[in-house]
């Protein structure tokens, strides 16, 4: 039933049998299940500093209280509540993030090699993070692409070139400026020499699909590949209702109404493909219906599933988060934002089931990338999601319940 690689138990293997050479602690000590959870909580000190890294490396430093920002806004992703509850249970979430966050910090200061190993490493963990590495492959060609970018703009303006108008005309702009970037042997030589070792991860990751038959090892039968589209809509739901305080407020509300009525045809069209991808795109997961464990069965009962005509309502919803999502991230490049958008699909899509924890490391890197909000708006982070995390281990550990054909004890989680 297990169906991600043994990366987590070759670890912990590495911290719990030299602790029985040195303190001569028997088998039953050094693998009982608070040994093997405090492993996660070592990766959990590591994912904090990792944090703190990547917040100095990616946010500039220039501005005044940044640095007291950067903090803050450490403090608040560490305590994230999905990602912290699972610090305290032997799950593949903590290693996960760790060697992923590692190898995203490596790749920005420019050790690819080293990233890409860190990314093999994040692999052993969880098969999906390959995505993540292929992502720090896109973080350097993004980088490129930007810097030529502006060659190409800072050129045309030189030379007073007249600009294409119409329709889409940026987006026409961007598709030309890569083709003619993409035709040239010098420009892709360059990329190669760069990204060599992500590319060589890749071919490792195919040759592993090939012999494995598959991405998912353990039970296929529950983990099928399909093309879940509505997951990108939950994702977008999930990362509005946990960064609220930087993505909703009633400027953004009347920003986003303003522009749908100087847009209406174009989000006209978008509502009805949206619509169209919610009634022929939904799949429900047997586990979303029979685990009455997890938080996912109460939101898809009790909301999505109530009525049938609620999972069309929520489209405008999805639209507005969507939209939120995308305008915070536009202090980063087009090109960036590109290969985000490309990796964030390619590793909830697949997805038929409806999982929180798919959507931790998708929303970290998310969030590690917005500009730095005010200390007022990340002291309200921070107080929700101290106040969840609260409520969430209070039911996780007092409001236990039986199944009618098991003795066991259930427990409510995410």
């Known amino acids: ?168 005309s940026e987006f026409r702009k961007i598709l ?57 809509f939950y994702f977008f739901s999930f990362t509005l209702f946990f960064s609220f305080p930087h993505l909703l407020s009633p400027s953004k509300v009347k920003a986003f109404l303003c522009l749908v009525w100087k847009r209406r045809i174009q989000f006209f069209v978008l509502t009805v493909v949206s619509v169209f991808l919610v009634w022929k795109f939904t799949y429900v997961h047997k586990y979303l219906l029979a685990d009455n464990r997890h938080y996912t069965f109460y939101v898809w009962r009790r909301v999505i599933q109530r009525y049938e005509i609620v999972k069309y309502l929520l489209v405008p919803v999805y639209i507005f988060a969507g939209w939120s999502i995308t305008d915070s991230l536009k202090s980063k490049s087009v090109f960036w934002n590109l290969m985000f958008f490309i990796c964030l699909f390619a590793v909830i899509v697949p997805q038929k089931l409806l999982e929180f924890r798919y959507f931790i490391l998708p929303y970290v890197i998310y969030r590690l990338n917005i500009p730095l909000p005010p200390i007022s708006r990340l002291v309200c982070e921070l107080g929700c999601y101290a106040v969840v995390n609260f409520i969430t281990f209070y039911i996780f550990l007092n409001k236990t319940f039986q199944w009618p054909n098991s003795q066991d004890t259930q427990r409510f989680m995410w």
Not at 13 to 19: D, F, I, L, R, T
Not at 21 to 32: D, L, M, R, T
Not at 195 to 208: E, V
Request: proline share 4%; aromatic share 16%.
């Open 176 to 232: 030309q400026f890569l083709l003619v970037y993409s035709m040239s042997f010098k420009n892709l030589s360059m990329l190669l020499l760069l990204t060599w070792p992500y590319i060589l991860l890749l071919f490792l990751f195919g040759a592993f699909v090939v012999v494995n038959g598959g991405i998912v090892v353990g039970d296929r039968s529950s983990h099928e590949v399909c093309l879940h589209f509505p997951q990108l």
């Open 1 to 168: 039933m297990i169906t991600t690689l043994p990366g987590l138990y070759l670890l912990s293997v590495g911290v719990v049998k030299p602790a029985r050479w040195i303190f001569g602690w028997s088998e039953h000590v050094v693998c009982s299940i608070g040994m093997l959870r405090f492993v996660n909580l070592l990766f959990s000190v590591g994912n904090f500093y990792l944090l703190y890294l990547l917040f100095r490396k990616v946010q500039p430093r220039h501005k005044a209280g940044s640095s007291a920002q950067r903090i803050l806004s450490t403090l608040t992703l560490a305590v994230f509540p999905t990602l912290y509850f699972f610090n305290f249970l032997y799950y593949t979430e903590a290693g996960s993030m760790f060697f992923t966050l590692f190898a995203y910090l490596m790749c920005l200061y420019g050790n690819h090699k080293t990233s890409a190993l860190l990314g093999f490493c994040g692999f052993m963990f969880r098969q999906t993070n390959i995505v993540w590495a292929v992502f720090c492959a896109g973080n350097v060609i993004a980088q490129k692409l930007t810097e030529a970018w502006k060659t190409e703009l800072q050129k045309k303006k030189e030379e007073r070139l007249p600009p294409i108008k119409g329709p889409f």
